[in-house]
């Protein structure tokens, strides 16, 4: 029999986010910071409408784009919240999740042998939806004493003629580092300079502590080369609901929706009249799951830093990315070692590149309970593994 593989497929690593999970769920007793998922739940009222939008009947075919209510309360939800106008006809399109619009951009924009500019550590999906849309992942490495952020002098040593994408993961997963005003404007300069396209994941947009998150498509000049790619799993608790979109040029959108007709036809019915719910009145739940994480944000790190971490303060999402190299283990041999001793799972740095070897991701996305739990069995691991 011949091989049935893609190699190119068999070459891509499964992710070292679900490792991990995937061992939790089978093991008694275990507490898992490994996940970057809310502990709440979805808020009663945008239940309710998907509930009712059940009770209706409402079980049908969406348009390939989504529903006309909720892509107008995205032009709306983005034109308050970022300053940024998109058409509802044309320049938004909701997907399974943001993972999905990641996928699709970088599917209807590269060519075989594109440049993909992608700064570390981050989402795990980018890196293998660069290799599976034929393009070439461009590592950018970032630093702890740059505070995980993108610089202007990294992103324009790393441009070559070959340079179409750069992607901006920012707020970021796995680091917690936000890209302020001021350095955003660094990186449009270059964008600008060399031509480049961006693709803009800003689904923990919400989710920024002392400061309000700006998306780089609000500046001049970047909106018709941007893709902004957002969703409901973060901001509203809705991660299984599987919601998310992309707004950008039509030019580019009417070609992601392409692959969406092809690949997906349309997004849960009932999850998008949830989504139009959450945007029509979801901002009070909003303000108050982040007061809540940015309560835990700053329990944690005092925690962290008290045990002898070394820990950047992170100002967005909901992960803290502390460093263990002092106890002269790799990143996953800490994990691993601590979730057979300890029952506790936390993820390996590396998960999110080659980068974050050294360091570990903590999710504080849980309750304070079971982040005073965690802690418990972290200085007990530490105590006995002291160098």
Known sequence: MRNPLSEK???????GIRKFFDIVSEMKDAISLGVGEPDFDTPWHIREEGIYSLERGRTFYTSNAGLKELKEEISNYQQRRFGLSYNPCGEIYVTVGGSEAIDGALRAMLDEGDEVILPQPSYVSYEPCIVLADGVPVIIELKEEDEFKLTKEQLEAAVTDKTKILILPFPNNPTGAIMTEEDLKGIAEVVLNHDLFVISDEIYSELTYGSRHVSIASFPGMKERTIVINGFSKSY?????????????????????????????????????AAVEALRNGDEDVE???????????????????????????????????????????SDEFAETLLREEKLAVVPGTAFGNCGEGFLRISYAYSIEDLKGALERIERFIKHHKV
């Open 9 to 15: 497929v068999k070459g891509i690593q499964p992710s």
């Open 237 to 273: 608790a809705m991660t299984g609901w599987r919601l998310g979109y992309a707004c950008g040029p039509e030019l580019i959108i009417s070609q992601m929706l392409k692959i969406h007709q092809f690949a997906i036809m349309c997004a849960p019915t009932t999850s998008q009249y």
């Open 288 to 330: 108050n799951m982040r007061n809540a994480y940015d309560q835990r944000r700053r329990f944690l790190i005092k925690a962290i830093r008290d045990m002898g971490f070394s820990c950047f303060e992170p100002f967005g999402a909901f992960y803290l990315f502390p460093c263990i190299r002092q106890f002269g283990m790799s």
